[in-house]
T-cell receptor, first 109, second 114 residues
Framework: GQQVMQIPQYQHVQEGEDFTTYCNSS?????IQWYKQRPGGHPVFLIQ?????EVKKQKRLTFQFGEAKKNSSLHITATQTTDVGTYFC?????????FGQGTTLQVKP | DAGVIQSPRHEVTEMGQEVTLRCKPI?????LFWYRQTMMRGLELLIY????????DSGMPEDRFSAKMPNASFSTLKIQPSEPRDSAVYFC????????????FGPGTRLTVL
């Protein structure tokens, strides 16, 4: 069945360093969504990308949707301790949204 | 504006007991989802409803799990009998159509089965 894979699974960075997580789908996606889950919290929607090659920014976060609409990335510039959490990508599957396994980001102050 | 409401927030029970988790979706949302999250398996979709009708329950682990949505503002997920391997955080989420729109998650119920 359709799979949405994320790498890396875990990432530890020093505060101020950049961070990138990658999302790859086994099939072409009509759109991709990104969510953030803080430790002990629940997933919160960040953004949705729809167009091939689309790039969107939210302050220090940059989201990209690949030209083939099979991959996406989330890049955080100059991480802060508030960026700690797990970042999930999710794409439409057969009748439902398929979530990747997430990338957990730890930031050392 | 209230988000998705779940109760209880924490549940500790003994193996063999019945557990009922409750969810109130955001008013006006026509999709409701139940997820289970564990370290080993990540975020798993158990079942989802559209306009109170179960659409896909292929993620429900076994017959011990059942879910209902008697009206647009209430859903339950029941485990009977519960087992230690059911220990997880259970999230309810809702969204408004179309099907793949942004989902709003509740705070979750942390279930521990001893």
């Amino acid at each position: 069945g359709q799979q949405v894979m994320q790498i890396p699974q875990y990432q530890h960075v020093q505060e101020g360093e950049d961070f990138t997580t990658y999302c790859n789908s086994s099939t072409t996606l009509s759109n991709i969504q990104w969510y953030k889950q803080r430790p002990g919290g629940h997933p919160v929607f960040l953004i949705q990308l729809v167009k091939s090659g689309e790039v969107k920014k939210q302050k220090r976060l940059t989201f990209q949707f690949g030209e083939a609409k099979k991959n996406s990335s989330l890049h955080i510039t100059a991480t802060q301790t508030t960026d700690v959490g797990t970042y999930f990508c999710a794409g439409p599957g057969t009748g439902k949204l398929i979530f990747g396994q997430g990338t957990t980001l730890q930031v050392k102050p | 504006d209230a988000g998705v409401i779940q109760s209880p927030r924490h549940e500790v029970t003994e193996m063999g007991q019945e557990v009922t988790l409750r969810c109130k979706p955001i008013s006006g949302h026509d999709y409701l989802f139940w997820y289970r999250q564990t370290m080993m398996r990540g975020l798993e979709l158990l079942i989802y409803f559209n306009n109170n009708v179960p659409i896909d329950d292929s993620g429900m682990p076994e017959d011990r799990f059942s879910a209902k949505m008697p009206n647009a503002s209430f859903s339950t997920l029941k485990i009977q009998p519960s087992e230690p391997r059911d220990s997880a955080v259970y999230f309810c989420a809702s969204s408004s159509g179309p099907k793949y729109n942004e989902q709003f998650f509740g705070p979750g119920t942390r279930l521990t089965v001893l």
